[in-house]
């Protein structure tokens, strides 16, 4: 999608690059689940903005998906590492960031879907398949208060990050990155 | 512990490969299956009601929240109706690219189906992980296939869950060429993956299970039927969408709050098996002849050809969005204005499931007076029981309990019902005819 920087291999939208030879290995990919609407937008600002701040990095792809069984377009490999970005709710106030590894999201975040493939069963399949041996994790951003209500009559909060929040974010990437 | 002694009642507390809440019951008498339910039980959504009063682009934008893993259908059968009503006559551009989009919905629905609900059934896994140990690159394959469907949607409807691209007389806006031109190389790759995917889903070890149904699909002119065509059967049906009404019927059973449906007072089948079988020769003719070499005949009696289908499904859908999309030209003007009019219209569309008919009726504000939604899972339900009986019954009805659930979890996932797309819930009891007697003679 249009934020993605460094793409590899088949990655959708990418400058296809040969995947399989000549790369050094342990690429990371930074993926920010959600959508183009409400709260839950927010998955997809935070890596936008990632993406611009870490242009320089060639050994990251960021992009946002909307399902997280869209990890699978990429080419992904078993030496990769893998870090989500996603929207939570009811983790702390608005903009707290938390990092989880796979075993530790919370069992409501991790099956949460109106459509087929959840990120457990997604994360389930990585596992299985042998991906990101590297190492996986999840970023959460709690939304504004009231976002995703969708009450009528009621405003909705931009979701976003304030300048402190990015900074949080940006170190929290940081130290994952180069944590190797 | 034997047979004798063991209790009637097993319960599955997850089933993890049904989208929703259902629940099997079966009573066993005299080496006979008495009685059989598929009982559906959450709670009625009450959609129908809830559009009325809304405008035409509310409704299809509620709409694609009935279901999350076919919203697009959704939204096109809606669409339809709603545009026979405002007297809009789509451009053919704006045709063209709603069956391009359609195609994405099949093909992500039906390799979610395939690769990660139904393979593991036929190979002896009991989950899509389990399987993906052993079958690491078919997996893979799948995974993609059902991506670039993602894709494909989120190109023309902004994303992949509950699109919000379509309007009353086209879309909102016409993807950019650069947009397509990346699509289409995407699509090229994976036609040659789903060819391998017919290839492999042909050899899984099937059961051989013939059955007589009929068979109720779309027909088009010339076409693959997937937004359009009149409504046809194997046994002589040929309807106008219009005139559904006059020979479907929907009702209430006791055991279940999703409505059943019958074609003339009898179950019916809808969906991929019923697709292909009454639509064979509009297949290309190197996918027929593909059937033919792996030695898969259709039309087939076999409801377990549904995952063949599905698979063949998936090459026509890839092949239809890069034949529709070559010289891909955006459109300067991608909807047609519609104007409020009042009236009633019918619109029905081929959803990966089947047939998915639409009825409203409009006030000359163009807003909703009345809907009637008859989805593709719910006039498979009768059909579902009917089989579910001769399945079991050609299995072996003195099978041990856990034989008898897992058949039935079989046949039930093999329809690829859309229960509901929040929880994954299957209680099954089986109560034998010692079990009955015992109970008797506790009281």
Not at chain 2, 1 to 28: Q, Y
Not at chain 2, 191 to 208: F, N, S
Not at chain 2, 223 to 251: C, K, N, W
Not at chain 2, 402 to 427: K, Q, W
Request: charge should be negative.
């Amino acid at each position: 999608m249009s934020c993605e920087n460094k793409p590899r291999g088949n990655a959708p939208g990418a400058a296809v690059t040969n995947a399989a030879d000549g790369r050094p290995g342990g690429h990371a990919y930074l993926f920010g689940l959600g959508s183009p609407h409400g709260g839950d937008r927010l998955g997809w600002l935070a890596v936008e903005w990632l993406g611009d701040a870490l242009r320089e990095r060639d050994d990251l792809t960021v992009a946002r998906l909307d399902q997280p069984v869209d990890l699978f377009l990429h080419a992904v490999t078993p030496r990769d590492r893998l870090l989500l970005v996603d929207a939570m709710r009811g983790q702390g106030p608005p903009g707290t960031l938390k990092v989880f590894a796979p075993a530790e999201l919370p069992t409501a975040a991790a099956r949460l879907s109106s459509h087929g493939l959840d990120l457990a069963s997604t994360l389930a399949l990585v596992e299985a398949l042998g991906l990101f041996r590297a190492g996986i994790r999840i970023i959460g951003i709690e939304m504004p208060a009231e976002a995703g209500h969708d009450m009528p009559g009621r405003e909705m909060t931009a979701p976003g990050l304030d300048e402190a929040q990015a900074r949080r974010l940006h170190a929290a990437v940081l130290g994952w990155l180069d944590a190797g | 512990m034997s047979h004798d002694t063991r209790t009637g009642e097993i319960h599955v507390p997850i089933l993890a490969r049904v989208e929703g809440e259902g629940a099997l019951d079966i009573r066993i008498a005299a080496g006979r299956i008495e009685a059989l339910t598929l009982r559906i039980f959450e709670p009625p959504r009450l959609f129908e009601k809830l559009l009325e009063g809304r405008s035409t682009q509310d409704v299809i934008d509620s709409v694609a929240r009935i279901c999350g893993i076919c919203p697009v259908a959704y939204q096109m059968s809606a669409v339809t109706a709603l545009e026979s009503i405002l007297g809009v006559t789509p451009s053919p551009w704006v045709e063209a690219m709603r069956r391009v989009m359609y195609c994405g919905e099949w093909l992500q629905s039906h390799s979610l189906h395939i690769h990660l609900l139904a393979a593991p059934d036929f190979l002896g896994f009991e989950s899509a992980p389990a399987m993906a140990r052993d079958y690491p690159d078919e997996v893979r394959r799948g995974l993609r296939l059902q991506g670039l469907g993602n894709e494909i949607i989120r190109t023309f409807g902004g994303r992949s869950v509950h699109p919000v691209g379509i309007c009353p007389g086209g879309f909102f806006h016409a993807p950019d060429t650069a947009a397509i031109e990346a699509l289409r190389q995407h699509l090229a790759e994976g036609l040659e993956e789903a060819r391998e995917l017919i290839t492999w889903v042909a050899g899984l070890p099937l059961p051989e299970d013939d059955q007589a149904f009929v068979s109720v699909s779309l027909r088009h002119d010339h076409d693959y039927p997937i937004t359009e065509g009149r409504i046809v059967s194997d046994q002589g049906l040929d309807i106008a969408p219009a005139d559904f009404e006059q020979h479907f019927r929907e009702f209430q059973v006791p055991h279940s709050t999703a409505l059943h449906a019958q074609l003339d007072g009898h179950p019916y089948l809808v969906g991929p098996l019923a697709r292909l079988n009454n639509n064979l020769d509009r297949l290309p003719e190197a996918l027929r002849q593909l059937l033919d070499d792996l030695g898969v005949r259709f039309p087939s009696r076999n409801m377990f050809h549904s995952i063949v289908a599905r698979a063949v499904e998936m090459h026509v859908a890839l092949a239809e969005a890069l034949r529709l999309t070559e010289d891909y030209d955006p459109a300067a003007e991608p909807h047609a204005e519609a104007p409020a009019r009042a009236g009633g219209g019918v619109g029905c569309t081929e959803a990966p499931r089947g047939i998915l008919w639409h009825r409203y009726a409009l006030d000359d504000q163009a807003r909703v007076v009345e809907a009637r939604i008859v989805p593709p899972t719910s006039q498979n339900q009768a059909r579902m029981e009917e089989d579910l009986a001769a399945s079991l019954t050609r299995f072996g009805l003195e099978r041990d309990d856990d034989a008898l659930r897992l058949h039935g979890e079989m046949v039930i996932r093999n329809y690829d019902p859309c229960i509901s797309c929040a929880t994954h819930f299957l209680d099954f009891r089986v109560l034998r005819e010692n079990d009955l007697r015992k109970n008797v003679l506790r009281k």
